[in-house]
Each structure stands twice: as structure tokens, then as C-alpha cells.
């Protein structure tokens, strides 16, 4: 339990079926960390309130050090290295369903409920497969696709079928302190959203001044460090003219930024690694997202060893490295990977 109103309505829902439930919240900040939220130690008093109104037990657990070492560190070194990372993803692959998901079934937990918006369905065989929420527009199966089958077999998912407004009202309606609690935008552990400056923090060596260049290679502005610049950006760019240029790729090695039009972003086909995939490994057609919210166009997927190559039917704008492809059959998750290099 996060302190927020969806993990609260989580709590709520499986109380009110009659499961014996238990609350449980990540410490993933340290005391001093100046972040209020879902990761810090408002966030826990806030869990806490809402188990004592529901009449459950809560604890917190403590995960500071191994968040740091396993989704702060590695975040601060993919955007050193000039790539886009989603630690989201990396907190629920290494945190909430490995870690977390061990720690609860030594207390003889049978399931991990947590509040995203996304759904388990079983194929005809009785395997479980991670869909969508209902809610398209709060959808997080985006952010879960590396579960494996194992870790759906153990999870539960109460908000799956209900848009974020329901949870609003059933917050209300069960009279939870949180009903009325923002929700959080930004990465959890950056204060004020301020990435760059999180970034001169943790990787101050990674700020070389460099140069921003055009195709041609043409210096058209200049630069203060490459992390924090993501492929697809235009704002914050110090550049010469009036033209609309946008990051087309960023090389932390020469901290060099090549910039260009809205057209030299789009690409035909996107390869991915580091795959978590289900499916057959193609030709298979599919839907894809490159980025959380963003469109998710036609394509054909084929997988080879840990290499996956979708090719669009449609070019696709300003897919990142770093960032994840995930593949959809319908609302099914079929897997996707880490954007590596440049299609």
C-alpha cells in the first residue's frame, strides 16, 4: 500500500469479499529524502491510517538500500549514458513482484493485491496472462509486462475492472482518508520532477558541455550535459534559429545532440532486447506501444534469441532507447523489451 487512493480502494474491495487481509507498505526512501509520496514516509503514515480504518493490520517494510541499488542507481546510469529509462517498470520487476512477492509469502501470504489498473485473464490451458485494465486511460499494463507466469499465479489485481472515477467514489463511500488524495505524476523519488537536477546529483561527471548538431553534423547550439535529454524533446534546447528541431539521437560518449525535424523522428521499425516475451516468436501481428501514453499502431512482431524487431505498418514518432516496447493481441500482454540503438 502505496498511501494513495487506488491501493487504499484495493484494500477496501478484498476486505469487503471477506479475505484476511494485510497491509503492507515499501519503504523505498530514506528518512531524509526531501520527496513526499507514494516512496517516502508520509506515504506509509498514510497507509497506515487507512489499514486503521479498515480494521487491518499494516506494516512497513524496509527497501531504501536495495531501491537505491536496484532502480535509483541504474536510472541515474542509463541517463548518463544518454538513454531514456522507465523505473517504473524496473521498481515492479525488481521491487513489488520479486522482492516484495518473496518477503509476503514467508508470512504464508497466498496472493500480492496492489492497486494498478490492469487485469489477469486465463487462456483456455488455465494460464494466466496479464491484460489491460479497463480503464484505457489509466491502463498500467504497460508497466507490468515483464510479470511471468509464476508472479500472475500469486497477484491480484481488485481495480482491473473499475475506471478511476469508481475508485474515487468507492474511496468516498468507504469512508478511506485518502478519497481525496492527489495522485502523483512524476517519478516517485525526483523531487519536484526535476530530473536534471536530480541528475547533477547522483551522475555529476555526466555533465560535459557538448554540442547539439544538425544531420549534417552542423553545430546549431550547444549543451550543458546529455542527461535528462530524451530523443523526441524540443523544449529546454539552446539553438540557433527559428526552426522547429527536435532531439533525433543523443551520443553520451562524443556529448554530442543531433537534432532535426518532427519527420526525422518517425521510424518504420523498432528492435528491442532484454525481452520478456510469451508469445509464438512470429511473424505475429500485433499492436505496440513505444512509450506509456502514446498510440498503439499496427504491426508485425518476430522475435530471435533476445532481439525483437517490430516493423510498423505506420512509421512510429521518436521511439527512445531505454525506453520499453510492449506488444498486445487484443488487450492480452504478448511481452516487449528495452529500445536498444537506433532502428
Not at 531514456?84 to 496472493?111: G, H, W
Request: charged residues 25%.
Amino acid at each position: 500500500m502505496s498511501g494513495g487512493v487506488d491501493s487504499s480502494v484495493a484494500a477496501a474491495l478484498l476486505v469487503s469479499d471477506g479475505h484476511d487481509v494485510t497491509g503492507v507498505t515499501m519503504r523505498l526512501l530514506a528518512d531524509e529524502s526531501p520527496v513526499d509520496g507514494c516512496c517516502s514516509l508520509d506515504g506509509a503514515r498514510s497507509a497506515k491510517r487507512v489499514c486503521d480504518a479498515l480494521g487491518i493490520a499494516h506494516y512497513t517494510l524496509e527497501f531504501s538500500e536495495q531501491f537505491a541499488r536496484d532502480v535509483i542507481e541504474p536510472y541515474c546510469d542509463e541517463y548518463a549514458a544518454g538513454r531514456t529509462p522507465n523505473p517504473c517498470i524496473a521498481c515492479n520487476e525488481r521491487m513489488k513482484f520479486s522482492e516484495l512477492m518473496r518477503r509476503v509469502a514467508l508470512q504464508d501470504a497466498e496472493y500480492l493485491a496492489t492497486g494498478h489498473y490492469a487485469r489477469i485473464v486465463w487462456d483456455g490451458a488455465g494460464v494466466p496472462w496479464l491484460a489491460r485494465g479497463v480503464d484505457r486511460t489509466k491502463d498500467q499494463s504497460y508497466f507490468l509486462y515483464r510479470m511471468t507466469t509464476q508472479q500472475l499465479e500469486r497477484t491480484m489485481f481488485p481495480l482491473g475492472e473499475l475506471t478511476k472515477e469508481r475508485v474515487r467514489e468507492l474511496a468516498r463511500e468507504f469512508g478511506l482518508p485518502t478519497a481525496e488524495r492527489p495522485e502523483s505524476q512524476e517519478t516517485c523519488f525526483v523531487p519536484d520532477g526535476n530530473v536534471r537536477d536530480f541528475l547533477r546529483e547522483c551522475r555529476p561527471e555526466a555533465f560535459r558541455p557538448g554540442a547539439i548538431v544538425d544531420a549534417t553534423g552542423t553545430v546549431v547550439g550547444r549543451h550543458e550535459g546529455v542527461p535528462g535529454i530524451t530523443v523526441g524533446q524540443r523544449r529546454g534546447l539552446a539553438l540557433d534559429g527559428p526552426e522547429r528541431l527536435f532531439v533525433t539521437s543523443v551520443d553520451a560518449a562524443t556529448a554530442t545532440v543531433t537534432v532535426g525535424t518532427r519527420e526525422s523522428l518517425a521510424a518504420g521499425e523498432v528492435v528491442a532486447h532484454d525481452l520478456v516475451w510469451r508469445a509464438a516468436p512470429g511473424p505475429l501481428r500485433v499492436t505496440a506501444r513505444v512509450r506509456y501514453r502514446g498510440p498503439e499502431p499496427s504491426g508485425t512482431a518476430e522475435v530471435s534469441g533476445d532481439t525483437l524487431t517490430l516493423r510498423f505498418d505506420e512509421p512510429v514518432d521518436a521511439p527512445a532507447p531505454g525506453q520499453a516496447i510492449v506488444c498486445y493481441d487484443g488487450d492480452r500482454v504478448l511481452g516487449g523489451g528495452v529500445i536498444g540503438g537506433d532502428a
